[in-house]
């Protein structure tokens, strides 16, 4: 079993501390590692290093290949995605990097995760995968459906068709599309509904024959024998998801129940619930002091964060934003931050720090025809050669 880790995605719903350039999957939101790191020794417990593909793009690259180096990771297999085409046309990459680059057979079976979920315990999801692999070698592409707990409106949903016989698993009777709080509320009672992880497990053969079928428009851009073919006819491939493309339309699919916590961290509400509180109700992090303050998310960066008759509320510092909403709103956040690009605000994009293959850079203070930057150069790296016509630069080494 190959292990595909999708990590190329760039979240908007944790602005202001996840951003295009910096995106959820590097945040450290528990235990202090990022949800990259957490996933990729979460995919330990059932493969080597040796059969885990990242599937990323240039931007992030080095970040992935820090995070690996951190860990004390090698993994060798990370695969450069020309250009962000979602789900569909990145897991048809991998398989043609399995084929040609792994040698893998079309019976192979491939575990597809995205690279920002949290997911406890973990032996039990090794269990789980292992028991899932079982069932797509009987032809199936295994998606994992998570019995819910309560009425959320931020997941896609899947029904729950009839028992596979002498399986851990059900046909899917209909994939749901987010709904609203009153549908949401009679799929728990119903108690047929799963969230949708937007986790899979497929053989090879399984998929492609899928993709064939499904979306051809894909399919005529792969090549099983030649990955560098697959690569350069990419861009030429639709941006759809794997669920768009096969899994709504297949007669292939059942759905594997996951009965432990799982939150794709998706909104600031689902760090919430994930989060520890104190005796009223608050998840604090940082240079923080309350005051009748109960139920909120308070998280500073290194300004102190003071709060007085707070409820059902979240405050998020950073050095360059602030965002202040009530709990239970935080999937408006894209909104903020659909607004900010069309204002051409570059809070949008990127930090006061912006990392680089040889480390990093925190603007400190910027003026007309002046800027200051804190460098930090990565131990063993070295930054580009550089000349400048129009500016001065003066260098001052601190330590």
Request: hydrophobic content about 40%; charged content about 25%.
């Amino acid at each position: 079993m190959k292990a595909v880790v999708l990590a190329g995605g760039s979240g908007t719903r944790l602005w202001p501390l996840s951003r295009k350039n910096y995106p959820k999957q590097f945040l450290r939101l528990k235990n202090n590692q990022s949800l990259l790191q957490a996933t990729i020794k979460r995919c330990l417990n059932f493969v080597s290093p040796k059969d885990i593909v990242i599937m990323t793009n240039d931007a992030y690259c080095f970040h992935v290949q820090s995070e690996l180096k951190e860990l004390g990771v090698e993994v060798k297999n990370i695969v450069l995605e020309p250009l962000a085409k979602n789900t569909a046309p990145a897991i048809a990459l991998a398989i043609s990097y399995c084929l040609d680059k792994l040698g893998c057979e079309p019976n192979e079976v491939l575990f597809v995760c995205p690279s920002d979920h949290i997911i406890s315990p973990e032996d039990e999801f090794a269990t789980c995968v292992k028991n899932a692999a079982e069932v797509a070698k009987k032809d199936y592409i295994v998606t994992f459906g998570v019995r819910p707990y309560k009425p959320e409106t931020g997941y896609g949903y899947i029904k729950k068709g009839k028992k596979l016989p002498q399986i851990q698993a059900y046909q899917v009777e209909a994939f749901v599309e987010k709904p609203d709080l009153e549908t949401a509320q009679s799929y728990l009672l119903d108690g047929n509904y799963f969230w949708n992880a937007g986790i899979f497990t497929f053989t090879i053969e399984t998929m492609l024959k899928n993709l064939e079928k499904h979306a051809p428009d894909i399919f005529a851009k792969f090549d099983p024998s030649e990955f560098s073919t697959t690569l350069a006819c990419f861009e030429e491939m639709p941006e759809i998801s794997i669920d768009y493309a096969v899994m709504e339309k297949s007669e292939d699919v059942a759905v594997f129940p996951l009965n432990l916590t799982w939150s794709d961290v998706g909104s600031w509400d689902s760090i919430y619930e994930i989060s520890e509180k104190d005796e009223n109700g608050n998840v604090k992090k940082g240079n923080v002091i309350e005051e009748d303050t109960q139920n909120c998310l308070i998280m500073g960066d290194k300004r102190l964060i003071a709060t007085i008759g707070l409820k059902d509320m979240l405050v998020i510092e950073t050095d360059d934003a602030l965002l202040v909403a009530q709990r239970g709103r935080t999937q408006e956040v894209k909104k903020i931050v659909e607004k900010l690009k069309k204002l051409g605000k570059k809070e949008a994009i990127e930090h006061l720090t912006a990392y680089r293959p040889w480390g990093s850079y925190t603007v400190l203070e910027e003026g007309p025809r002046y800027k200051i930057k804190k460098i930090v150069v990565n131990q063993g790296a070295k930054l580009s050669l550089q000349m400048h016509h129009h500016r001065s630069e003066h260098w001052v080494v601190v330590r």
